[in-house]
């Protein structure tokens, strides 16, 4: 019997297979041999190209066994793959990758602008922290987190006039664990989500993988990416709406929220009795004069509010694997808090380690901002001088959100890594339709993160300039 849409099927090993690929094979060879022919006879299905263990081609079934010497093919079915695995979306950060590998292999220098993987060293006292403990016993922690860990991430926010006390954190193996955790928490199957667009492309697999629905709110680069009015939050309001989650300063545009349109929100998510799930990865990367405002700072809606950090970012610990989410709304902690009992504790290398990081002086903050404004400078000033760039401003978080001029950007990135070369260099972009899940929408933008040394993000923008001018896909400038 056919499985369910033809996925999964293979053949079981049979004596035109023998004679084919010989005995003993590799189950890889016999399965990348054989599914492509009989995919092509069978279904109009392309073949997707992966590798399994079939366990009829396991070397220890005895090769005299009826199966393998059955004259006729036989088929069996593999163990299906849920539906909503696999209508994931992929990742547009990590998805040019084999191009990208392909170019490197070949010499060609490739910088990195698609993925927001800083590059500036780990504080030196997190190695530290971890070498002075005592690690002779690796234990899992408590499932919360490190109590002294949660005080630390309490204190800090408490530095920013935020009323956190310890039980309020909840630490999570990076901040995508806690958005998934929440996520979890608040939504049942089929409810929804209501997300600034476009949005970290993230927001839309977690949302997918728990069954809910992501529902875009548009915002539009003509207008420098503006958080959407309430009103136009308001129109896509349904009962079964159950929050509305931002990320304040965003990935992907660069933008940061002001005081007044994040108290605005706060004003609807109490009226319509919503979550509001606020991304503050990013919260200490504001340039310029600006600053950030954590919606904890208002002091008010404590039921609504639940905040997603990480040290990743802030920290140049992405490797550590250590977030947290932050809210007042007891219940929402303890459901959460089963969740985190179900995968016993987070990382506790990378939890002692976090501690160290989060007592580092202002000077570190300082610091660490004042390199990345001058990247920000450096990438505003070339993508505001190359014709047919649209540049919104940008003065929060490490990213961009750019307009190009181009057929379609998807196939541009592609095409910068696979044919352009500029100095025998070249750049990865993340194309941006993958921020947006309106059809259409971003096919002429890319999201480029400036978390390179400022001259390699010369040398960068430099590449990009001279790939959009010989991209034989390029449109008329847009200015
Ligand atoms: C907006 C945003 N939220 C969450 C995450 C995930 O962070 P973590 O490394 O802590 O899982 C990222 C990572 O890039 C991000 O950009």
């Not at 490190?146 to 956190?164: Q, W």
Request: net charge negative.
């Amino acid at each position: 019997m056919l499985p369910k849409n033809n996925r999964g099927l293979i053949r079981i090993c049979n004596q035109e297979t023998r004679s084919h690929a010989g005995w003993p094979v590799s189950p890889k060879v016999v399965f990348t041999d054989f599914l492509p022919t009989f995919v092509a006879s069978k279904t109009s299905v392309a073949p997707k190209p992966f590798s399994c263990r079939i366990p009829a081609f396991d070397s220890r079934t005895p090769p005299g066994c009826p199966e393998y010497l059955s004259p006729r093919p036989r088929y069996i079915s593999m163990p299906e793959i849920s539906d909503r695995a696999t209508g994931l979306p992929e990742s547009p950060i990590r998805k040019l990758a084999p191009f990208a590998n392909a170019a490197k292999e070949a010499g060609v220098k490739v910088y990195p602008l698609n993925i927001g993987q800083p590059d500036i060293k780990t504080p030196q006292v997190f190695f530290d922290a971890i070498a002075a403990a005592d690690t002779s016993l690796l234990s899992y922690s408590p499932s919360a987190g490190i109590p002294t860990l949660r005080e630390e991430v309490a204190k800090y926010y408490r530095r920013y006039d935020c009323d956190v006390v310890t039980d309020d954190v909840l630490i999570t193996t990076g901040a995508s664990e806690a958005i998934n955790f929440v996520l979890r928490a608040i939504l049942d199957a089929g409810e929804e989500m209501i997300v600034p667009e476009p949005y970290y492309a993230n927001y839309l697999s977690f949302t997918m993988a728990n069954d809910g629905v992501l529902v875009p709110v548009p915002s539009s680069i003509e207008n420098d990416f503006a958080l959407p009015t309430i009103a136009d939050f308001e129109a896509k309001i349904t009962p079964n709406t159950r929050a509305i989650m931002i990320c304040n300063p965003a990935n992907p545009t660069g933008i940061l929220y002001p005081k007044a349109a994040l108290a605005e929100l706060l004003d609807l998510v109490k009226r319509r009795d919503l979550f509001l799930i606020a991304d503050e990865v990013y919260r200490e990367f504001v340039y310029d004069d600006h600053i950030h405002h954590s919606v904890l700072s208002f002091k008010r809606e404590y039921e609504n509010i639940i905040v997603i950090d990480s040290i990743s970012k802030r920290f140049s610990a992405c490797g550590a694997r250590i977030g947290n989410v932050i809210s007042k709304n007891e219940k929402l902690l303890q459901m959460i808090l089963k969740m985190a009992q179900a995968r016993l504790s987070p990382p506790t290398f990378g939890q002692i380690g976090a501690e160290a990081v989060y007592q580092l002086p202002a000077e570190y903050y300082q610091t660490n901002i004042a390199e990345y404004q001058k990247r920000r400078d450096v990438v505003l000033d070339w993508l505001q001088k190359i014709p047919g760039v649209v540049c919104p401003v940008i003065n929060g978080a490490f990213y961009a959100m750019v307009r190009l001029p181009v057929d379609d950007s998807d196939r541009f990135c592609e095409w910068m890594l696979k044919e352009f070369r500029h100095k025998n260099s070249t750049i990865m972009l993340a194309p941006g339709s993958g921020f947006y899940v309106t059809s259409g929408l971003g096919s002429d933008e890319v999201r480029i993160a400036y978390v390179l040394n400022c001259e390699d993000l010369t040398a960068a923008m430099e590449c990009l300039e001279a790939g959009l001018a010989a991209y034989p896909g390029r449109t008329g400038t847009t200015e």
